[in-house]
Nanobody, 128 residues
Framework: QLQFVESGGGLVQPGESLRLSCVAS????????IAWFRQAPGKEREGVGC????????YYVASAIGRFTISKDATQKTVYLQMNSLKPEDTAVYYC?????????????????????WGQGTQVTVSS
């Protein structure tokens, strides 16, 4: 089973960029699709995007398309979330997770499958 440690968050101004990292430990990294989620204060956790087999990417938040990019370095067991043109509404704690049942293909809807292996998250705050 995989465990994750997320990092790279911080306080930035609107329009700036951050790159989040999600480092995995454990085995079978290559057997899982890995998703980024976020949870803003007072809101439910939502899927941001996912990277799966063949580095296929699925983005779940419409506002992330064109601004966020998910990538993966399998040799380092690390998944990245490059976030550009950040907005105050991107303020949240960002987490990585994998499907509870090992699956290489990202679901079309993150609600279609249960997720696990949540890390402690990394705080992103976008404010002027």
């Amino acid at each position: 089973q995989l465990q994750f440690v997320e990092s790279g968050g911080g306080l930035v101004q609107p329009g700036e960029s951050l790159r989040l990292s999600c480092v995995a430990s454990g085995s079978r990294f290559e057997y899982y699709a890995i998703a980024w989620f976020r949870q803003a204060p007072g809101k439910e956790r939502e899927g941001v995007g996912c990277i799966g087999y063949g580095d296929a990417k699925t983005y779940y938040v419409a506002s992330a398309i064109g601004r966020f990019t998910i990538s993966k370095d399998a040799t380092q067991k690390t998944v990245y979330l490059q976030m550009n043109s950040l907005k105050p509404e991107d303020t949240a704690v960002y987490y990585c997770a994998v499907p509870t049942v090992a699956e290489r293909i990202c679901p079309g809807d993150p609600l279609d499958t249960p997720w696990e292996s949540w890390g402690q998250g990394t705080q992103v705050t976008v404010s002027s």
